[in-house]
């Protein structure tokens, strides 16, 4: 009985490290989204991508998009018109965690405790 349960934990890990974790915004405008969470991508829509509507007549109001996609729909353009206004629909996917976010400066690991290193060495030579 224990070996079974210990098959079933060690399978629950893999299928759950296969799953993806994208940012997820229903609406964004300007560059901020107004809704965003981050979701957990199911098999049938294994990429994250972020999509960008512009419109025709305005080329300075845009809506974005984030989210997980099925794969057939990755890295295509769309267009039509809503209330006789043209838009264009970018839709582009990539495969890792989180990759679709707002890209942010992190310091690596190591760096940061070098960082931390020097400053604690730095006060006792004072």
């Keep these: 009985m224990k070996f079974i349960w210990i098959c079933a934990a060690l399978t629950a890990m893999f299928v759950t490290g296969e799953s993806l974790t994208c ?3 229903k609406v964004g405008i300007g560059g901020k989204c107004l809704f965003k969470s981050t979701e957990t991508c199911s ?5 994250c991508y972020w999509g960008k509507l512009t419109f025709n007549t305005s080329h300075f109001v845009t809506l ?3 989210g997980c996609m099925a794969s057939s729909l990755c890295n295509q353009t769309e267009t039509g018109a809503l209330l006789t206004v043209g838009y264009s629909l970018t839709r582009t ?3 890792t965690d989180c990759c679709n976010g707002a890209s942010a400066v ?3 690991l190591t760096a940061a405790v070098g960082a931390a290193l020097m400053a604690v060495v730095s006060t006792w030579s004072l």
């Design 106 to 108: 992190q310091l690596p």
């Design 64 to 66: 974005q998009t984030r």
């Design 93 to 95: 996917c990539c495969s």
């Design 23 to 25: 940012h997820s915004c």
């Design 43 to 47: 098999g049938s829509q294994p990429n």
